[in-house]
């Protein structure tokens, strides 16, 4: 009776420790895209900020 509840136990862990790196997996992905997001917005505020005209614009409050 021990050995089979050891058994369980083990898969029981197997099965808990294969969850959380799954769901670390999925979130280190997320936070992949997430960063390349934030770039490629930076990359737009910079197109925008070195437009003249926006320059001027913001500069005279509007």
């Keep these: 009776m ?3 509840q ?3 136990l083990i898969l029981l862990t ?3 420790l294969s969850w959380l790196s799954y769901t670390i997996v999925n ?3 997320q936070i992949v895209k997430l960063e390349q ?3 490629q917005e930076q990359m737009k505020y910079k ?3 070195n ?3 926006v320059r001027d614009a913001m500069e005279a409050g509007g």
């Design 37 to 39: 997001q934030l770039q």
């Design 51 to 53: 437009d003249p005209l």
């Design 27 to 29: 979130q280190q992905k």
């Design 14 to 16: 197997i099965a808990g």
């Design 6 to 8: 050891a058994i369980i």
């Design 47 to 49: 197109i925008i900020i």
């Design 2 to 4: 021990k050995t089979s």
